[in-house]
């Protein structure tokens, strides 16, 4: 039988914090004999599947869907289904006990619309969800002490008012990130960024916050010792660069990279992203990330000279996109000051042609095929022979580009690069010899 009348569910209320107040509304009871009295347990409620669900709205005069929206439903294989979205059991802190003071203190109040009963709201309990937008300070959070603090009934994980008074005192201000209202909005049902949106919600809360972590706090930063504030300001700055998708993620990797490429320091990708690398190569539980993975990805191929056969993100890279001076001359066996000189004056790479960049990439196979040209190449000197022609004939075919030097001579060039490509000067004897016209007899004088 359903009991009447239905209680009113407070805005963003959790089941079991309703249940609290529905016991002592119906029944009068503490919500532990009050669930014994309707033959549900305290880990039933807590982790309703369909068939409690079914029962509790049959009861409360609640539709399914309503209740659906107060708590995480278990879909099994550490999934839970809330607000219509699947996600992961992380994005639900249920190991952890949260709340705001400030909101605590007034429900406690007479004349609050839950009558004095403090209220546990759902969106406390999701793990990116760090700051009340009412009062503008950040939640209590801590691990729970034991099992049945799950449950979250207010009253008992929540110290007593004097002690809530005094946390609101001393709180510091903290503004609700872009982050925090992107989730709370679209659990509401509203439309946001499209390459957030086409993920599921707390893949996209995770990535936000890994890439905003690296900009904000430190490719290298302790996350275990992070605090909230320092999470929350994470997901702020990691959100405003990912709602822009590809192009807004490979700018805050690009600025990750220029920041580190100006502090001198030299290093791979591990070493300049830090803690977003080593959560996207070496996830233990290999829990899907995303598509912030290959965003990354893409970055870094582009970016490093990962050789092939190396692993990725648990993928191996099929061929190597990009050489570094280091990384060519390791690959050729040419001097780092030589490639360097040489593959800027071709324009091959920007930089220094006096100085060697450790950071400087530039197309892998154009590195490797203008090296092979210098490998095969020739002095001016021996072109006469090679061409069997004179001294002079030869310097003025090179003098007037017929047959060009590796590097032109305008840029004051030097040692081999002044040398002659041999595919160049085969090209040209190709070109001679496609011109000519075969005849019977040499004419006179030749």
């Not at 030869?394 to 030097?414: C, E, K, S, Y």
Request: proline letters at 4%; hydrophobic letters at 40%; charged letters at 20%.
């Amino acid at each position: 039988m359903t009991m009447l009348p239905t209680l009113p569910v407070i805005t963003g209320e959790s089941l079991t914090s309703y249940l609290n107040r529905a016991a002592k509304f119906h029944a009068n009871m503490d919500v532990s004999k009050f669930l014994a009295f309707i033959e549900l347990s305290q880990g039933a409620v807590m982790a309703p599947r369909e068939d409690t669900l079914r029962r509790l709205s049959f009861l409360l005069g609640l539709p399914s869907g309503h209740l659906e929206k107060m708590t995480f439903v278990p879909l099994g294989g550490r999934m839970r289904r809330f607000c219509g979205e699947v996600v992961h059991s992380e994005f639900a802190n249920l190991e952890k006990t949260s709340y705001c003071p400030a909101c605590l203190l007034e429900d406690g109040e007479q004349n609050s619309i839950s009558s004095g009963l403090r209220v546990g709201r759902i969106h406390w309990r999701i793990e990116h969800i760090r700051t009340c937008p009412v009062h503008g300070i950040g939640l209590v959070r801590r691990k729970n002490v034991h099992h049945t603090e799950k449950f979250q009934l207010m009253s008992a994980v929540a110290p007593d008012d004097a002690a809530l008074s005094s946390m609101v005192k001393n709180a510091p201000k903290q503004k609700v990130s872009a982050l925090q209202t992107y989730i709370m909005e679209r659990l509401a049902g509203k439309v946001g960024p499209a390459w957030l949106d086409d993920q599921p919600i707390d893949l996209a809360a995770r990535a936000c916050e890994m890439l905003g972590v690296i900009l904000s706090a430190g490719a290298h930063v302790n996350l275990t010792l992070m605090t909230d504030a320092q999470w929350n300001d994470a997901g702020h700055v990691g959100f405003g660069f990912a709602a822009r998708g590809e192009v807004g993620i490979t700018e805050a990797l690009q600025m990750a990279k220029d920041s580190f490429d100006q502090s001198g320091l030299r290093g791979g990708p591990q070493k300049v992203f830090g803690r977003l690398y080593q959560w996207l190569q070496f996830s233990k539980n290999k829990k899907a990330v995303g598509p912030i993975r290959n965003v990354v990805r893409e970055f870094i191929l582009n970016n490093f000279p990962l050789e092939a056969g190396s692993d990725l993100f648990g993928e191996t890279v099929e061929h190597q996109r990009v050489h570094s001076v280091w990384s060519l001359a390791k690959h050729t066996g040419g001097h780092p000051k030589t490639i360097n000189r040489a593959l800027v004056l071709a324009g091959l790479m920007e930089g220094n042609p006096d100085k060697v960049s450790a950071s400087k990439v530039f197309d892998a196979k154009a590195g490797e095929a203008f090296m092979e040209r210098i490998r095969t190449s020739i002095p001016v000197k021996h072109l006469p022979e090679y061409l069997n022609c004179n001294r002079v004939q030869a310097q003025q075919l090179v003098f007037t580009g017929m047959i060009p030097r590796l590097i032109p001579d305008t840029q004051n060039v030097n040692g081999v690069l002044k040398q002659v490509a041999l595919e160049d000067a085969d090209a040209f004897l190709a070109r001679l010899m496609g011109a000519a016209t075969r005849v019977k007899q040499a004419s006179a004088g030749v």
